[in-house]
């Protein structure tokens, strides 16, 4: 059975870092596009980064482009998110999805099928 779990939430001030980790269990991550979302209290779910199975694509929502960084580690089966320079907008429950794809990625929710239950991240000082 596919499984996802989001780690690496909590809370930090503003300008400070968090690094994000979704761990898989019952597949390799090699084979699948990841996706990461986060959604705020009271607004839509919204696309931040994803990355494509052979990670040669990376895509970034244009508010978090320059700050965050996704990227695989094989070894361990996770991909991650690396968020530097957190803002207190970027307050919300972070999730990672997976969709079995060699096609490019994209920050559609619609487009993957196994979703994490996610991590909250709190920006404030």
């Known amino acids: 059975q596919l499984q996802l779990v989001e780690s690496g939430g909590g809370l930090v001030q503003p300008g400070g870092s968090l690094r994000l980790s979704c761990a898989a269990s019952g597949f390799t991550l090699d084979y699948y596009a990841i996706g990461w979302f986060r959604q705020a209290p009271g607004k839509e779910r919204e696309g931040v980064s994803c990355i494509s199975s052979r990670g040669g694509v990376t895509n970034y929502a244009d508010s978090v482009k320059g700050r965050f960084t996704i990227s695989r580690d094989n070894a361990k089966n996770t991909v991650n998110l690396q968020m530097n320079s957190l803002k207190p907008e970027d307050t919300a429950v972070y999730y990672c999805?997976?969709?079995?794809?060699?096609?490019?990625?994209?920050?559609?929710?619609?487009?993957?099928?196994?979703w994490g239950q996610g991590t909250q991240v709190t920006v404030s000082s």
């Open positions: 999805a997976a969709v079995p794809t060699i096609r490019p990625c994209i920050m559609t929710s619609s487009f993957y099928g196994a």
